[in-house]
């Protein structure tokens, strides 16, 4: 091994290296030094990108640097690097207390530290403490978290309840504002007290307040439901309405301020209002599913430079942010239409590590986002400007408790009549509940203009205020009272093929139904829309044979490639013992494609028995072949990836053959065989790391060992336990809640995949620490196609 | 009530308000695309009036809703039966609620459960076979897979929701399938859109 060898030669080489770092070191202070003499020389020795301040000193000899302490050129990009590694590590450490992040949810805990981190600047003495800048929250802290929440939108739902979801945010919201304003307009002038600086607001001012201060916060939202996990209808009633009321909150916050700096407003600049609502929210739609389709129709066409396809999907989605904020249009619904428009297609086409990439990219930064926001947040608390004034505070708190309340009950009255699963009052208790406030209405009352609204500060300690009561008090509640009604949680089981399958049916069923009664109804225009998509629409965005793949039979892809590689975690293979550390180091990195492959490939549909004795001797060759090649790769042979996944997914195949092998029983001929050529995209097209949950089996199973392949092997047991232990250090926290890579394989998988593999499962062990790592929790991911 | 279309009475009007829970102005609708389903004015329904719907024809299993009407090998479906079967689409009456309404309800959705069941269990013996359900994936997905996919598909679909081993799916571990049981009740005639129905329903009891 190289490392030995190192050791032994330390002596002289640490020095040698020593003095190499030395000398780098003084090469690059070399100019910061020279900064001192005249001009032209430094010029010359200048690195371009040195800002070296200009000093006039003509040739005053000063001692030679050797060290330099230069930190205004580097200051910004340090401080924000500082910034997000504190972030970073706070989230580190709250997960190492477990108890404190059960009983508190992380966004108050952020918050704390950004208390804390702000009275120590303000100690500190600081002059410009950072602000949570509205510019930098709207165009950097927020797109990652909208774009996280859209791409991975569960459609689905999110479809069914839209005109619940619609009311809500629109109506709720709109509601919301004018009760909060009215009222509170009301109570500032029936001040009794002295001529109160609140006599001074008006009722437009109020307005524009009340417009703020009512919309729900997506991110603080999402920031607390995710550790509840309650079911999936509340969720994504709440967060829907989160998402969508942006376009009502930027109508009216656009509205009341530019009328408030003027003084009136007359019925026209209403009705002008409400066009403008239309215009803002289907703008922003469009905008963005343009922006949609031209990703999911790039992403045809990487299928040789696979290593920007992630890039793709976030310039993309950035671009149709910042297009629709251009035009003053929504952005956030921009950003959702952009992601949910374009998933199916873009999936289809990329590669599974593309995937997989995306997504953890896009969880890393909307993880990094909520925690800055939030400690920001804490900082522009404690060394923002405020101006507090009990009545004007408690009064907006209590109203907006109130405003919710008569707000969610009332609207659910009206949205009953036309639901058929109605919802219950738990169901709107929690929607009232869950209705937080978050620093979305923080950066709006940041970006009021101090001249038009002299009560801007008094406006911003309101808006903490309530933010605070939101996120601490009904933050924290929140999980104790779920327990306590008893309210449905999240079903942790995820869709299984039948559910897949009696799904479709159903949709066939009730479209034909539909059309025996003659009605138009929601399954006609659904199932017309589907026929359309799967005509026109896939064969202009989906590249190649994926194109022309149903559905159900991508779905069974998904989970069956899945399969094999938990089986492969797991143990697959135990007559390639040797090989497996190998078939680790494959699977991450990209070897060149072995000749041999290709006869494998060309042999598999027909598979007859005999060839498959064949198969396995020229694997098990290669595998002992790969394992001498060097553990290194660059962004050039990654392009190899086709190539690499077939493999990899064919070493599944033929490991699964070869346990079925070992069965003795009436074998099945059934073998999971792909549909068209070899170099079908649909093997490299599994979806590994993404969803490892959406597809597991039903839930009675659940809790039966993670590696059941037969339930009753003998050898199961014992797989059990390696694996199980694995998966619960993994689930314990939010982020840690692993279903990156350590999967749950489904517990009654096809006959041909029986167990041979549990028995090596204990050889596994290491391979699952290779390839297992804490994500992002899963179970936000819900896998659906887009139009299901 | 509103505007008569109907060339005839409808029969046992109120009879089969009451069994199936539609309303007065729901059963004229469904009376007047009942007589427009039946060219000749026969009064009852041969399998070639359902098969002139177009859309029915391209739906995958839209030979199989057909059958579910004609049950037990009769040949015509009159009113009644294509108000009865429709009626499993009817979301649960709120009257009818009032009284043990969980009982109620779960019944309702039992039975709604179990005409699907009976679209795939073409012979009626309680079970899903796995050739059923082979037919039944044949059908929804069509030339664009292959054998050995359909057979693995089955394959696991039973796998997965046998809970006793014996290698067919009963009514009762049908029912116990995630995600069927949130989808009913439907209620496709109740999502007002067209402008007839406004028309109809002006007046609704």
Known sequence: MPSRTVLHRSLPERGLLLLLVLVLLEGSLLPLGAASSPDTSSRQADVDNHKVPEENHNFTKKAFPVLDFSYDHIQVPFEISLWVLLASLMKLGFHLIPRLSNIVPESCLLIVVGLLVGGLIKVVGEQDPPKLDSKLFFLVLLPPIILDAGYFLPIRPFMENLGTILMFAVVGTIWNAFFIGGLLYAVCQIQPSNPSILHQLDLLSCLLFGSIISAVDPVAVLAVFEEIHINELLHILVFGESLLNDAVTVVLYHLFEEFAAVGSMTVLDAFLGVISFLVVSLGGVLVGAIYGILAAFTSRFTSHTRVIEPLFVFVYSYMAYLSAEMFHLSGIMALIACG?????????????????????????????SETLIFILLGVATVDGKHLWNWTFVSVTVILCLVARVIGVVGLTFIINKFRIVKLTTKDQFIIAYGGLRGAIAFSLGFLLNKEHFPLRDMFLTAIITVIFFTVFVQGMTIKPLVDLLAVKKKQEAKRSINEEIHTQFLDHLLTGIEDICGHYGHHHWKDKLNRFNKKYVKKCLIAGERSKEPQLIAFYHKMEMKHAIELVESGGGSKLPSALPSTVSMQNIQPKKPPPAKPVERVLPQLPKAKEEEIRKILRSNLQRTRQRLRSYNRHTLVADPFEDRFSDLLLKKQRMIEMEKRIKEMNNYLTVPTGPPDSPTLSRARLASDPQSYSVKPTLANVPTIQVDLASPDSADSVTLLDENRQADQRGREAEDQGLTMKPPSGPSKHKRAGEADEAKEQQKLLRCLSDPGPSADEDEDDAFLP | MGSSFSRNKIPNQAELMQETGFSAAHLLRLHERFEILDKD????????????????????????????????????????????????????????????????????????????????????????SREELLQVLRAMLGLTVTEEQLQSITERAIQEADLDRDDAISF?????????????PWRPESRLGGSQWKKLTSIRR
């Open chain 1, 340 to 368: 949910a428009v374009m998933r199916p297609y873009v999936e289809a086409n990329i590669s599974h590590k593309s995937h997989t990439t995306i997504k953890y990219f896009l969880k890393m930064w909307s993880s990094v």
């Open chain 2, 41 to 128: 004015s026969k009064g009852h329904l041969s399998p070639e009036d359902f098969e002139t719907i177009r859309e029915l024809a391209i739906n995958p299993i839209g030979g199989r809703i057909i059958g579910a009407f004609f049950s037990a090998g009769q040949e015509t479906v009159d009113f009644s039966t294509f108000v009865r079967i429709l009626a499993h689409f009817h979301p649960m009456d709120p009257n009818r609620t009032k009284n043990g309404a969980q009982q109620e309800a779960a019944n309702s959705r039992t039975k709604k459960l179990r005409f699907v069941f009976q679209l795939y269990d073409m012979d009626r013996d309680g079970k899903i």
């Open chain 2, 172 to 184: 009762d571990e049908f029912k116990k399938v995630r995600g069927l049981m949130a989808v009913v």
